[in-house]
């Protein structure tokens, strides 16, 4: 059916308004007395599965700080929290259409994303690096000619492999795989030669193996990004609860606690330590405070 400009604008303006009317995050909390919090099933260690089945993580916890705060800011002393596992695929489509509320894993904070969503202040600071067999004669991304390379679809990660195996003519077959667990096990299964993924989930998916003495993380970060809770954009009076909670727990003291209790103690569920100093570009931000994206 053809449809007359006339009607065409008129639908425009009730979708329009439609858009105007969706309840900001805070209210529409407020009134639903329900908030959604996404969490990744193997973003070891900022939002995972534990032995329990349930999410836990370094982004999980604050993300739980992030819910006490919503539960004052809007009165809501009964707030129920439901949770909801997201995908590199997923994850922004869900947050728009509001299935969830705040995603709480291992998403990187750059300017084509922020077209899309918002991010609060950054969290952790990460580059890619390629997960091997130990012993492979891979050590660096120029080993990787003629190779099978797995990263996850819909991650920066992918888009970094693609555009060096380009730019250098390094000739390599590039495999999606659907989430980080599935591009280890390619791996493992010798159906993939390296995975290439943040070299922190990288160790994070070694610690979390059945046997990870047989896997080894090598090469050099091929780019360093930032790491950040996800939001809805437009919504200044979420974002700002989001960033004085991070902000309260740099200040404090508490996010450091939370850094060594996550990337420098054992954790879930095999109690293996990570043994991840913080990053000096972390350190810098827990002064600086910036939700700078990477390019």
């Not at 809007?74 to 869900?94: E, H, M, Y």
């Not at 059945?210 to 919504?235: K, S, T």
């Amino acid at each position: 059916m053809r449809l007359s400009p006339l009607t065409v604008l008129t639908l425009l303006g009730a979708c329009g308004a439609a858009l105007a009317q969706t309840p900001a995050t805070l209210d529409k909390i407020k009134a639903s007395g329900s908030m959604t919090v996404a969490y990744r099933e193997s973003s070891i260690p900022f939002s995972y599965l534990g032995g329990e089945g349930q999410p836990v993580g370094f982004g999980w916890e604050i993300c739980g700080k992030i819910v006490e705060q919503v539960r004052r800011a809007t009165g809501r002393a009964d707030l129920k929290v439901a949770t909801q596992a997201v995908t590199s695929q997923n994850r922004i489509p869900l947050l728009q259409n509001g299935t969830i509320d705040i995603e709480c894993g291992s998403t990187t904070n750059n300017s084509e994303r922020a077209k899309q969503v918002a991010f609060a202040t950054n969290y952790f600071y990460t580059g890619t690096r390629l997960l091997v067999r130990a012993g492979s004669p891979i050590k660096s991304t120029a080993d990787l000619k003629g190779r099978k390379v797995v990263s996850t679809t819909g991650t920066t990660n992918y888009q970094v492999l693609r555009k060096l195996n380009a730019e250098q003519n390094l000739g390599f077959e590039l495999i999606a795989a659907k989430d980080h667990a599935e591009s280890a096990l390619l791996v493992q299964q010798q159906r993939a030669d390296a995975f290439g993924m943040d070299d922190i989930l990288l160790y994070g998916l070694r610690a979390s193996a059945q046997n990870p003495a047989e896997l080894a993380v090598v090469g050099e970060a091929l780019q360093v990004e930032p790491y950040a809770i996800m939001l809805r954009r437009d919504d200044p009076a979420f974002k700002k609860l989001v960033d004085d909670t991070l902000a309260g727990l740099m200040k404090s003291g508490e996010f450091e606690a939370l850094y060594k209790k996550w990337f420098q103690s054992p954790i879930p569920p095999k109690g293996i330590n990570l043994n991840a100093p913080m990053s000096q570009e972390l350190q810098d931000n827990l002064k600086a405070l910036s939700d700078k994206p990477a390019l």
